[in-house]
């Protein structure tokens, strides 16, 4: 066992950090935050000149093959900043699928846009019966002649709404295994029969819902074998999930130090609140949470890099760490910071909204622990 | 980063000779605890890290683990008590009494218990926790009173007695601490719970008299000195270990049905279990990150006692969850003919109030993290006031 970051993953770490200091104080994630798309192309284009969409894509793809638990240490980063992109969606996500599913053409023309980050991609996989089992893909593709029409609803999709490309999950064919009857399609975020309207509410990062009017996709754009595509689809999601996990516990790691911080300087009593014992206890609360996701999370990631069997389970046990132990961090740090928590200026929030919200992408607790009996009780 | 552990060909030889003669003595789960313990002790696992010749084995840190690890597999790591070592160590530096060498053999061979008073560790003493009463008479001090005490076993080997030499005192500096032979005469004991594992005892002296030689330490320090002792870290902070539990939870889960269907598959009860689960797996990560803090000389601050505090949580959410899934059956003892587990469940029941463990001190662990963070400066604070 060795628990230490490699020397290019210390490299990763402070080129991360010192990246996100410059680039994006908590204001900024506010502005971008608030703005209309969610999204900031300046920032966006920066983050490719890193080559971060580009790392754990092979090299024979123009990416940079690095390892999961690289790519792990950014993501850990990025949630500590907050920061917004559609790094997940698309370099990770829709960039797995294409790896896993699709011929070597399709890769080899498609998988350089995502790595230089001229191309974005997002995956449209959730609709109204919002879940991530593969009993939640209704939206319907009928075979016609060299390719399919798509027909349906997508809810609550990632980067939608700054897309070039989605990536389509939808069902040829209903089975009595859920599993079988779905296919990969990608569809132009552009096409008339495509319409994309960011959802409204305490939501962040931003999520849209995709409504596609029988839009033809040609055979070329239909990833793999049109009904076989779940095991690509629960890869590509696994990876997502290792990654998410990662930036999860960034955010819940940061919300530990504001509630730390800020119960070292807020006085009362003549005393700072954190001589309070009960004050205190909400801190260790989000000291423990942060713990758990990082270790769990990297954990995850290096099961990934090994090829180790057991890393279904370990993605989805870290999932179900960070996905309660985000939240619960942040509600321990709003209890320490009372009213001036609540101060969007202040920068607590943004971690609450995105908590909240990422506590669903990708599965639920729940749902990973679940998924985890299943994997367990099958042994 | 690599979180698979990899073992030397020594450690992993080590492990197949510890799982060779715990094969050849599989039945053991069946024997009493006073078997189980002699057993363990004549293998030099109840003190792994003492020398050869203090009846140990010699372990290193790393071996220790890989035989706890396999203790625990083989659902005999209940019985190895943290008490032994520390009574060893009290006894060794403590002690002229003429029994000495004989009590330490004994204590590192499993055949002489090991009980301390239940008392709560860590913070200031409880007067109506102090009941007994010590009396000088000549070479001997009389004991009068009656104490509660936890430790293995049914019958008590040595019994560390904290006795008032003043009633009329205040306690601080008015203890003394007495190691008693369990066989003295008027003593009278009454095995309060737990079958198995930790058991709590009631003791009732009725003018016991000790030699003045077996007291420990000097009277006005017995109290500090027995907190001293009990707190210090040994080997068996290796953990508190509920996998054997949890696996016999989810065995359990999966092979009872409860209206044709098995308990694990109920959504509630999966969850649970899940959970658990979980919170076990972080456990030995938390374990696993302070060993490896500490191999690589990397600073260790809140790390141990958050270790602590999230097994003590662990072990306790692990309790609840068994009595919600199995109902009266995990309070159930080991001689009962539908026991599950071999009684294994009312162990870890009884663990969590009488295993210092997991039942003390959890505001302690979370002073010492709160310290550590930065939160409040109780070290200094304390220094300033001692000096």
Do not use: F, H, M
């Given at each position: 066992m060795d628990l230490s970051l490699t020397e290019l993953q210390q490299l990763l770490q402070n080129q991360a950090r010192e990246f996100l200091d410059a680039e994006l104080p908590k204001a900024r994630v506010l502005e971008i935050d608030e703005s209309e798309k969610g999204f900031d192309a300046d920032l966006w284009q920066k983050i490719s000149e890193l080559g971060w969409p580009a790392m754990v894509i092979p090299e024979e793809y123009?990416?940079?093959?690095?390892s999961w638990t690289d790519l792990g240490v950014v993501y850990e980063v990025l949630g500590q900043y907050a920061c917004p992109s559609p790094h997940l969606s698309s370099s990770v996500i829709c960039a797995q699928l294409i790896l896993n599913a699709a011929n070597d053409e399709q890769k080899h023309s498609i998988l350089p846009g995502i790595a230089s980050g001229e191309q974005i991609y997002a995956f449209a996989y959730t609709e109204a019966s919002y879940g991530w089992a593969p009993s939640n893909v209704t939206l319907s593709a009928k075979s016609n002649g060299d390719g399919y029409v798509l027909n349906g609803t997508k809810l609550f999709v990632h980067d939608a709404n700054v897309a070039d490309k989605l990536i389509v999950a939808a069902r040829t064919e209903i089975s009595?295994?859920?599993?079988?009857?779905i296919g990969l399609f990608i569809v132009d975020a552009n096409d008339a029969g495509v319409s994309i309207r960011t959802q409204t509410g305490w939501i962040g990062p931003k999520v849209a819902e995709v409504i596609i009017n029988n839009v033809k996709v040609n055979s070329s754009d239909v990833l793999g074998s049109p009904g076989n595509a779940w095991p690509a689809i629960e890869t590509a999601m696994d990876c997502g999930t290792a990654m998410l996990n990662l930036y999860m516990a960034g955010g819940t790691q940061r919300v530990y130090e504001m509630a730390r911080d800020y119960s070292q300087e807020r006085m009362a009593f003549g005393v700072p609140i954190g001589t309070f014992q009960r004050v205190q206890d909400h801190v260790i609360d989000a000291l423990n949470a942060a713990d758990a996701g990082k270790w769990t999370g990297f954990e995850a990631a290096s099961y990934l890099d090994e090829g180790i069997p057991d890393y279904k389970n370990a993605i989805s046990l870290s999932k179900s760490v960070v996905s309660d132990g985000f939240p619960l961090a942040c509600d321990a740090s709003h209890h320490v910071h009372a009213g001036i928590g609540a101060d969007l200026n202040y920068g607590l929030t943004q971690y609450t909204k995105r908590a909240r919200t990422l506590q669903h992408y990708l599965g639920d607790s729940i749902y990973h622990r679940k998924r985890m009996a299943s994997l367990l009780i099958k042994k | 980063m690599r979180f698979t552990q990899e073992y030397s060909e020594e450690q992993e030889n080590f492990r197949n000779q510890v799982k060779e003669k715990l094969k050849k003595h599989k039945s053991l789960e069946n024997f009493s605890v006073d078997s189980k313990l002699e057993y363990l002790g004549k293998q030099g696992w109840l003190i792994p890290s003492f020398g050869i010749k203090q009846d140990g084995v010699s372990l290193s840190e790393d071996l220790s683990r890989i035989l706890f690890e396999e203790l625990e597999n083989a659902g005999?790591?209940?019985?190895?008590?943290?008490n032994i070592s520390k009574f060893h160590q009290a006894i060794s530096s403590e002690i002229n009494a003429e029994y000495k060498d004989e009590w330490l053999h004994l204590l590192a061979s499993g055949n002489l218990t090991a009980w301390v008073p239940l008392i709560n560790q860590g913070s200031s003493p409880d007067p109506d926790e102090f009941n007994i009463i010590a009396f000088e008479d000549g070479d001997e001090y009389v004991l009068n009173g009656r104490g509660v005490f936890v430790g293995r076993g049914e019958n008590p080997g040595l019994i560390w007695t904290l006795a008032r030499i003043n009633q009329n005192q205040p306690i601080l500096n008015n203890i003394i601490g007495l190691m008693v032979p369990g066989n003295q005469e008027n003593l009278i004991v009454e095995n309060i719970i737990g079958p198995m594992g930790n058991t709590i005892h009631s003791v009732s002296y009725e003018n016991v008299r000790i030699s003045r030689?077996?007291?420990?330490?000097s009277s006005g320090d017995s109290l500090e000195l027995f907190q001293s002792i009990m707190s210090q870290p040994t080997e068996f902070d290796y953990g508190i270990n509920n996998n054997r539990v949890l696996s016999d939870l989810i065995i359990f889960a999966t092979q009872v049905d409860s209206d044709q269907t098995r308990l694990i598959d109920d959504v509630v009860i999966q969850q649970s279990v899940m959970k658990i689960y979980a919170l076990n797996h972080i456990s030995k990560l938390f374990q696993a990150r302070d060993h490896w803090l500490s191999k690589s000389n990397k600073d260790i601050t809140y790390h141990r006692a958050q270790t602590r505090k999230w097994q003590k949580e662990t072990a306790l959410q692990l309790a609840k969850i068994t009595r919600d899934i199995m109902g009266i059956y995990?309070?159930?003892?080991?001689?009962?003919?539908?026991?599950?587990?071999n009684g294994r469940f009312l162990a870890q029941q009884m663990d969590t109030i009488l295993d210092p463990r997991i039942a003390n001190a959890m505001e302690s662990d979370s002073e010492l993290i709160a310290i550590e963070v930065g939160l409040i400066n109780l070290r200094i604070n304390k220094e300033s006031n001692a000096s």
């Open positions: 123009g990416g940079s093959g690095n009595s295994n859920s599993e079988d009857g | 005999l790591l209940q019985y190895i008590d943290s030689s077996c007291v420990i330490g995990a309070l159930l003892g080991d001689k009962e003919p539908n026991v599950p587990a």
